[in-house]
């Protein structure tokens, strides 16, 4: 998902500087842990990396938040040669996506349903996905989706919200007295991981 950011400047005609306001913490904080990682092999030149993470979502807000706890998932992972190493920088971007149009989810109800959870002010929700990428060798080229062995950081981006923002703003003021609905995205911070190619590995299915 990429957005464009325009930049619009004003002439201000005043006498003191502007100073940048810092943004408002969110009261919804996400961090992410690895919990495994497993290779297959593509070939003798490519591997695929598969790494499960643990998603923590915490509301260190003080009112109650409405989660989408769902089927459907739409997560980006942002992937960067750990700052430091002797290789050159380079950033890859891969995108999970899990929708089942079929089953049907009942979310515009007049209280929360059984896919939202409802966190208290302090309260955590746990939730694990899985997360792709090709790890290749220095013989071939690396193109821009696969990375190479070495130290990393991995960034999520999780979207929270899979419904138009008109039903997530009229389900906001509908259940504002059950807590405030989220509907968006949160990024975790970086966490490092090292891709290492094993020795013997198992052809992919």
């Given at each position: ?84 190493g002797s ?72 979207s929270n ?45």
């Amino acid at each position: 998902m990429i957005r464009s950011l325009v930049i619009v400047l004003f002439w201000l005609n005043l006498a003191l500087p502007l100073v940048a306001q810092p943004r408002s913490p969110k009261p919804l904080e996400l961090t992410a842990e690895i919990v495994s990682q497993s290779y297959c092999s593509v070939d003798d030149d490519a591997a695929s990396l598969e790494i499960r993470l643990k998603l923590r979502y915490r509301n260190v807000g003080k009112q109650k938040i409405i989660l989408y706890n769902g089927h459907d998932l739409f997560y980006q992972t942002k992937i960067r040669t750990a700052p430091g190493g002797s290789a050159v920088p380079y950033e890859v971007w891969v995108v999970n996506s899990r929708y089942f149009d079929d089953e049907f989810e009942a979310i515009d109800r007049p209280s929360p349903g059984r896919v939202f959870v409802t966190l208290a002010p302090g309260a955590t929700h746990l939730r694990e996905i899985m997360i792709g990428v090709e790890v290749v060798t220095n013989r071939i080229d690396r193109g821009d989706s696969s990375i190479r062995e070495g130290d990393h950081t991995l960034q999520l981006i999780a979207s929270n919200w899979y419904q138009s923002r008109a039903m997530a703003e009229k389900l906001h003021q509908e259940w504002k007295r059950k807590g405030t609905l989220w509907s968006d995205p949160l990024d975790s911070r970086p966490i490092h991981f090292l891709a290492q190619r094993p020795a013997a590995l198992v052809r992919c299915k």
